[in-house]
């Protein structure tokens, strides 16, 4: 039983590093690709990537990278200040309620393109789709911001 208890902890030590690297750099590939591949970015879809990409990038930051500097140095930006423990949670639950919004916008999106391809340029113009993606933000915004403050 106490080896079980070292090799949970030896997880817990250099795993979460190695995820949020490996994701961090993943999602900052993707980012880069899409910017710099002009023939990308007409593309409706590189608009929902990017977006993904820096919704999976804050996670990594407030998930993995968090209880590693918990676990490997004993350090609690939560425990600072009730400010920072608020925000700390309004984050990670805000990011991990709206990357399924995104998704669904997603697939709102391909379902248009496939039952009703002449009128995606109409419900699908770049414009209307940053108006869904601000408001899914500020509905998840209001949502979390409002239960945070429970």
Known sequence: MVQLAGVSAAINTYMPPVITIFGLCANSLIIVTVFSCKTLWKFNVSIYLVILAIIDNLALIFGPFYHWLKAAFGYDWAVESV?????????????????????????LER???????????????????????ALCLTLTSAYKGYTASR
Not at 83 to 98: D, E
């Open 111 to 133: 379902y248009v393109a496939v039952c009703h391809p002449h009128r995606l340029r109409y419900y699908f113009s770049r414009r209307r789709i940053w108006i869904g993606l």
């Open 83 to 107: 400010h920072a423990c608020r925000f700390h949670y309004f984050m990670i639950n805000s990011l991990l309620l709206l990357e399924p919004l995104v998704l669904i916008n997603i697939a």
